[in-house]
């Protein structure tokens, strides 16, 4: 019997329910969620909104966003969810599925989602409720939000990113949001590897929107954060100097090494390449110019310069190397040789050249001494005609002038003389006939000392001025260095209403009394961001924020039976709504964009419906590259029903205040255009509203990293014509330039769009610029066959024409 007692105490006390279950039962009996937790209706709802950023996961500078791990708490009362604990076994709180009780519809105005719905999706975690009616909803996120990133300084920038939160559809009189009074970041804050996080704070604001006459609150989280530059010091800024330093050992190199020009184009293409490599580092911003950016393109541009320089001093070092005399200017002598080369202490090179006299007796005479005869070496050898002794004499000083003084060819001569007298045959030499050839020898022998000593004249400029330029070059390398790096139990009336209006409602009927009337949907369509152009592919991807208004005559109601309600707000699920899509969608799913809604549909009295969402979209857009990097684009986002025979109307107006600047393109504007078209699946026309979106591409980034070193390396070829062909460095520097220039094509064939309609602008630049080079180069090719053309034993005349055209025309015009 006993037992029998305990099996019964047993059963009873598991069929009855608990206090919770009960609890929540009673509480969820006959509740709406959709209904404000108000019970005067002319009062707001106040949430207390506050935010905990737990990681920055991602600074996305490119497309310019910000991706944060955060803790969300959201507080407010629900006036008509309170019971008495004393009647249900004193439970004071429960925790209920967001989906069973009434949320705010707080959204991220400024996500940057693929799926742009504000981030409602991401709360998964229950909502706390208190007996008197109080709720809390702790939920941890990952929140993508726009960021507008100012890359002036980078890698050495500090960026200001806010995350704007408020409801979407609740104005302030029916919802007011505050901000919590706790710390933006604590103890749990985990530091992120390349930025530190500087200060957060919150700030509660009241803005008026084009949507509605009463303001909007929300609560902006505003975070400054500062990058973190040693991965950009060591990875991109070291390697640059690095190769820079290597400029500087061509200033050490002898310009008979043949090396010189060699190792600066050598150095100018592995900074070319180098810039390109890491120019996926650098963000594509048209705004302004990264601090790293003008590094670069400056060590380019003083690299460039050192070439020049060094183009320069090789021309100077091989002057007077033929036959020819150019005497150094006196200006040449006093500045560089006489003020410069002191201050820069080069000293002069080579020894001094012994004073040439008349005979061994007076070899300490002047210069005027020496016998002066008109005479070139070319007469010497065509029209004087010197016996056997004499072209002996003449051969030996050709070789040696230097060496040979006037003294020993004295000397062989008495000795040649000696004999002469001792033999018959030799005592009718004529002694002027000797003379004439020692004065000939004479001014052999000074003529070649005159050659030599301006030899090295200029060979001492060339090294004065290689000097200056090394120094030049260190200065200017470090003062622009220095001068880029310096900074609810009761049915309240709106529940009540939600109930009424949805009792016998079907929201597959279309809303119209008639069936033969047509449903007017007016689309409105504002442009807030664009976030892609996929010129490759011929994409675009915006963010959006879309307007649709329509009618619906089988949910009004008078405001008078429910405490002057003017407006609800319904999940677009429990109503009718146009199936307007994105005909030419380009989304992997091709939905057309009608699942990115998630904001409540705004239903007034009259039966008005108002539905404002923001969302993203990625479409179709044919691109027109002919112009490229200058080009104009026009894209079309088509919008109309899929299934629908409604009457489209656009929206009068339009206004581009949220829009946020694209880093990459300008938008020139917006306009709006109604069609109606017929298809092949339908009798009768279909109705569109196609917004075509008129942007014009920003060519600073492109102008600074493509088409200025293409300028600077073409520009290296007009070098070539100021090199000497003696040495030997012409065709050297103008197949490099050649080849740096294919690299160079080849590295920024990515940055080209891939299309074979049109060809880029920027890439007729490129073919022609190799062209030019490669025509420059046979025209080097031709100017050094001229040059030694009759240089072996076969002499070859210079024809007519060519001595008229161009020794005595070309010439004279071209003052050569």
């Not at 705010?104 to 706390?128: C, H, Q």
């Not at 600066?264 to 900074?271: C, K, N, Q, R």
């Not at 007076?362 to 007469?379: K, L």
Request: charged share 20%; glycine share 4%; proline share 4%.
């Amino acid at each position: 019997m006993c037992n029998l007692k305990f099996f019964f105490f047993i059963s009873v006390r598991t069929a009855n329910p608990s206090a919770e279950q009960v609890l929540i039962t009673t509480l969820l009996k006959n509740y709406d969620r959709n209904a404000r937790p108000v019970l005067d209706r002319r009062r707001p709802t106040n949430v207390t909104f506050g935010l905990e950023v737990v990681q920055l996961v991602n600074v996305d500078d490119r497309n310019q966003m910000l991706t944060t791990n955060v803790w969300v708490r959201q507080r407010w009362r629900n006036e008509l969810l309170t019971w008495k604990s004393a009647n249900y076994s004193g439970v004071k709180t429960i925790r209920i599925d967001p989906r069973m009780v009434w949320i705010p519809d707080i959204v991220l105005y400024n996500s940057a989602d693929s799926i742009f719905s504000g981030g409602l999706e991401k709360y998964k975690t229950r909502v706390i409720l208190v007996q008197d009616g109080r709720h809390a909803w702790y939920s941890p996120a990952s929140f993508r939000s726009t960021c507008t990133i100012d890359v002036t300084y980078f890698p050495f920038d500090e960026q200001t990113c806010t995350m704007k939160f408020g409801s979407w559809t609740f104005v302030v009189t029916d919802l007011d949001i505050e901000a919590e009074d706790t710390p933006t970041f604590s103890d749990k804050y985990v530091k992120s590897a390349e930025w530190d996080l500087i200060r957060a704070s919150k700030k509660r604001n009241v803005q008026f929107y084009e949507c509605c006459s009463i303001p909007l609150a929300d609560v902006t989280i505003e975070m400054v954060i500062r990058r973190k530059p040693l991965f950009y010091v060591f990875n991109l800024i070291t390697p640059c100097m690095i190769m820079l330093t290597m400029i500087l050992l061509g200033f050490f190199l002898p310009p008979e090494s043949g090396e010189r020009i060699t190792l600066s184009i050598t150095v100018l293409l592995a900074m070319a390449v180098f810039l390109q490599l890491v120019a996926e580092t650098l963000p594509r911003n048209s705004e302004t110019i990264p601090l790293l950016g003008k590094f670069y393109i400056t060590i380019m541009a003083e690299i460039s310069m050192s070439l020049m320089c060094t183009c320069w001093v090789l021309n100077i070092h091989h002057r007077n190397s033929g036959r020819s005399i150019v005497k150094t200017p006196q200006w040449v002598e006093v500045f560089v040789l006489g003020w410069l080369a002191k201050i820069l202490c080069v000293r002069k090179p080579g020894v001094e050249v012994e004073k040439i006299s008349i005979n061994n007796k007076h070899e300490n005479r002047n210069d005027d001494d020496v016998i002066q005869v008109r005479v070139s070496p070319q007469d010497l050898k065509g029209k004087m005609s010197l016996n056997g002794e004499a072209h002996t004499l003449l051969s030996m000083s050709h070789v040696t002038p230097v060496c040979r003084s006037i003294g020993q060819i004295q000397k062989r001569f008495s000795q040649h003389n000696g004999d002469a007298k001792n033999s018959e045959e030799k005592e009718n030499v004529s002694g002027d006939n000797l003379s004439r050839n020692l004065a000939v020898l004479t001014e052999h022998v000074k003529f070649s000392r005159d050659i030599e000593d301006n030899q090295k004249k200029w060979k001492h400029v060339a090294m004065v001025m290689d000097r200056f330029f090394f120094w030049f070059f260190i200065l200017t390398v470090l003062t622009s260095t220095l001068v880029i790096f310096k900074e609810r139990i009761r049915l309240t009336p709106e529940e009540r209403l939600i109930t009424n209006l949805l009792a016998n409602y079907t929201k597959e009927a279309r809303p119209v009394k008639d069936p033969r009337q047509k449903v007017v949907v007016t689309f409105g369509f504002e442009l807030v961001q664009l976030v892609n152009v996929d010129v490759r592919n011929q994409m675009i991807t915006t963010n959006v924020w879309v307007r649709q208004i329509w009618d619906n005559e089988l949910l009004t109601w008078d405001p008078r039976d429910y405490d002057q309600i003017q407006t609800v707000r319904l999940d677009a699920s429990l109503v009718w709504i146009p199936d307007i899509v994105l005909y030419n969608s380009a989304d992997n799913e091709f939905s057309g964009g009608t699942d990115k809604y998630k904001t409540p549909v705004i239903l007034s009295s009259n039966g008005s419906c108002s539905w404002f969402c923001p969302a993203s979209f990625t479409s179709t857009c044919p691109i027109d590259v002919q112009y490229f990097p200058f080009d104009r684009q026009k894209c079309v986002l088509k919008f109309g029903s899929w299934t629908y025979e409604v009457i489209l109307a656009k929206e009068n107006g339009s206004s581009q205040s949220q829009y946020i600047q694209s880093a990459e393109w300008n938008l020139y504007g917006i306009k709006k255009q109604r069609n109606a078209k017929k298809y092949t699946c339908c009798k009768h026309k279909l109705a569109d509203i196609s917004i075509t979106i008129i942007m014009d591409r920003k060519p600073l980034f492109y102008l600074f990293n493509l088409v200025i070193p293409c300028l600077i390396i073409l520009s290296m070829i007009l070098l070539g014509f100021f090199l000497p062909p003696e040495s030997g460095e012409r065709i050297t520097l103008s197949i490099t330039v050649l080849l740096a220039n294919a690299v160079f094509l080849q590295l920024v064939g990515e940055s080209l769009p891939r299309n074979s309609e049109t060809v880029p602008l920027l890439g007729k630049f490129y073919i022609t610029i190799m062209a030019e080079i490669s025509i420059s180069l046979m025209l080097t090719c031709w100017v050094l066959n001229i040059h030694y053309h009759g240089s072996g034993n076969s002499v070859k005349a210079v024809p007519l024409w060519a001595r008229i055209i161009v020794l005595q025309w070309l010439g004279y015009i071209l003052c050569v």
